[in-house]
C-alpha cells in the first residue's frame, strides 16, 4: 500500500526498498543453477495427436524440473493438460476428463502415485474457506481454544469454534462476518454484520481468549503474526499450529491474515496456497504435479519464491513439469522440451529436447535464441 519508489528510468537509485528496482539494477537476480539434475527414469508418451500435435513421442524424466516451452498455439497445453496430464490422471486415480488422442504410455509409471494439476483457481469454493482452513490449522486452533478453562466449563467443543457449522457461529451472518445484499441492476453490495460486527461469533464464544486473544482475533492475526504468538508458549497444539502455517510462510505468503476469504486472493496467491498444502502434505507419495503458465501476474520476485516452493517439491521425491514462456524459469529447467517450430497448423512437433545448454545450441528453436543470452 505504499508507494516505494518512483523516478526516471534511466536514473535508478540502488539500496531503495522496491524490489522491482533491485531486480532492474541487477542488486538481485534470479540466478541460473550451477548444475542440471540428471535423471534416469521417465514417462513416454507415444504418438500424441490431439489438436495439432503430429503424433510425437515425448520423454517425460522423474524426479527433476521439466519446462515445455514453444511459441503461443504450438502445441504446449495439449501436449501437456490434454495428453500427459489427463492420461495419467486416468492411469492414478482412475477418474478424470477424457484425455485427448494419443497411442500408449510408456516408462516407469510405477515410480509415481499421483499427478495433480496446480492451477490459479480459487482454492476452496465456500466464501468461508480461507488459507488457515485450507492447510488445516483452523482445526488445531479450535482444538486449543476448546481446551481454554472457561470454554470447558461452558462445554464449549472444537465445533463451537468452527464458521461452518451451527453452535459458535453468529446465525445472522452465518460465520462470514459480512451480509451481502443483491442488487438489482447493480453489483451485489456487502455490508458489515450488524449483529457480529464482523467478529463471525457470538459474544460468549468471543469471550473466551487464549493469552488474551479471542478465535477472531486470531484470524485477524497475519501468518506471521500467528506463528510468533503461538511460538511464545510451546505446548503440543501450539507446536501442530505452527508446523500447519510455516509452509505459508516459506512460499511467501506470510502477510496473509488467516481468516482471508479464499476469493479475495490473487491467483499467484491461490496458487502459492495450493503449493503450500502439498508442500505441508505428510504423506509423502512421489507425484508429478503439473503447472500450466505458473509465472502468470508474478514479480520476479515472486518467481523467485516460487522457483524454491519446486526445488523443495523436487527435494521430496516429487516430478515437477511447467508450461512456461518465462525465461528465467526455463534457465533453471533440468530438462526442456520445446514445441512448435511455430504455432497452429505449423506447429504439433517436437522440436528439440534437452538442457537448456542443449535447447540454447539448436538451430531451429526460437527458445534456444533467447536462451542462449540468458545462460
Ligand atoms: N479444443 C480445440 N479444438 C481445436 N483446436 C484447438 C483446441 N484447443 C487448441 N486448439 C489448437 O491447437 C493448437 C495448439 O494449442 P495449445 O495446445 O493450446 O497451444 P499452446 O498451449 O502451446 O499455446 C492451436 O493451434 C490451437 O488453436
Ligand atoms: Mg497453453
Ligand atoms: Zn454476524
Redesign the pocket.
Given at each position: 500500500g505504499e508507494v516505494v519508489y518512483q523516478g526516471d528510468l534511466s536514473k535508478l537509485e540502488k539500496a531503495t526498498k522496491s524490489y522491482t528496482v533491485r531486480y532492474l539494477t541487477g542488486e538481485e537476480k534470479i540466478e541460473t543453477p550451477a548444475h542440471r539434475r540428471k535423471w534416469n527414469n521417465y514417462i513416454k508418451v507415444e504418438g500424441a495427436a490431439h489438436?495439432?500435435?503430429k503424433g510425437i513421442d515425448v520423454i517425460f524424466p522423474l524426479h527433476i524440473m521439466t519446462v515445455v516451452t514453444?511459441?503461443?498455439?504450438?502445441?504446449?497445453?495439449?501436449?501437456?493438460?490434454?495428453v500427459f496430464f489427463k492420461s495419467l490422471s486416468r492411469f492414478y486415480e482412475e477418474d478424470g476428463e477424457q484425455p485427448g488422442i494419443f497411442n500408449r504410455l510408456s516408462g516407469d509409471m510405477h515410480l509415481v502415485k499421483h499427478i495433480e494439476f496446480v492451477d490459479q483457481n480459487p482454492i476452496g469454493k465456500s466464501s468461508r474457506s480461507n488459507p488457515a482452513t485450507y492447510l488445516k490449522a483452523f482445526d488445531e486452533i479450535r482444538k486449543l481454544y476448546a481446551e481454554q478453562q472457561a470454554a470447558k466449563q461452558m462445554g464449549f467443543t472444537p465445533a463451537y469454534f468452527s464458521f461452518n457449522v451451527e453452535g459458535g457461529r453468529c446465525e445472522e451472518c452465518k460465520g462470514d462476518g459480512t451480509i451481502t445484499v443483491e442488487m438489482q441492476f447493480m453489483a451485489d453490495i456487502t455490508l458489515t454484520c450488524e449483529s457480529c460486527h464482523g467478529k463471525r461469533f457470538k459474544q460468549d464464544i468471543l469471550e473466551i481468549e487464549y493469552r488474551g486473544k479471542n478465535i477472531n482475533d486470531v484470524l485477524e492475526m497475519t501468518i506471521n503474526q500467528a506463528i510468533e504468538f503461538f511460538s511464545e508458549q510451546q505446548g503440543s497444539t501450539e507446536k501442530k499450529i505452527i508446523k500447519r502455517l510455516k509452509p505459508l510462510q516459506d512460499v511467501g505468503l506470510g502477510y496473509i491474515k488467516l481468516g482471508q476469504a479464499s476469493s479475495t486472493l490473487s491467483g499467484g496467491e491461490n496458487q502459492r496456497v495450493k503449493l503450500a498444502y502439498f508442500l505441508s502434505n505428510e504423506k509423502q507419495e512421489p507425484t508429478i504435479f503439473v503447472f500450466?503458465e505458473p509465472t502468470t501476474g508474478l514479480h520476479f520476485h515472486d518467481i523467485k519464491t516460487l522457483l524454491k516452493a519446486f526445488d523443495s517439491l523436487i527435494e521430496k521425491g516429487h516430478t515437477v513439469v511447467i508450461?512456461e514462456h518465462n525465461m528465467d524459469v526455463i534457465k533453471c529447467a533440468d530438462y526442456v522440451i520445446d514445441?512448435g517450430p511455430e504455432?497452429?497448423?505449423k506447429?504439433?512437433f517436437l522440436v528439440c529436447a534437452g538442457t537448456p545448454e542443449e535447447i540454447a545450441s539448436c538451430e531451429k528453436s526460437y527458445t534456444g535464441k533467447y536462451l542462449k543470452d540468458k545462460l
Open positions: 489438436n495439432n500435435l514453444g511459441v503461443s498455439g504450438s502445441g504446449k497445453s495439449s501436449l501437456v493438460r490434454d500450466d508450461i514445441m504455432g497452429g497448423d506447429g504439433g
